[in-house]
């Protein structure tokens, strides 16, 4: 599966993003960084703004149509 992973957020958001990546690519998945078959957007909540990208990100994939997964800590913010 082709899979592209979007990392908003600190320093531990963007490490946790490659051991996905490198999980991800162990089981035989394609990382890309368009046309992707799913999204991994690997979020964060502390400053306003970025959690403010985040949603509109969120909303473009899905007006897109386009299957997602939401990482890191807005999932358990919201």
Not at 6 to 14: D, I, K, S
Not at 41 to 53: A, D, F, G, L, P
Request: net charge negative; charged share 20%.
């Amino acid at each position: 599966m082709r899979i592209a992973i979007q990392t908003f957020g600190c320093t531990a958001n963007h490490a946790d993003s490659q051991l996905m990546r490198e999980l991800l690519e162990g089981a035989g998945h394609t990382i890309v960084s368009c046309d992707a078959e799913l999204w991994i957007v690997n979020t964060c909540t502390v400053i306003e703004h970025t959690q403010r990208k985040v949603m509109r990100r969120l909303k473009s994939l899905d007006e897109a149509g386009v299957p997602y997964i939401v990482a890191g800590c807005l999932p358990a913010a919201q």
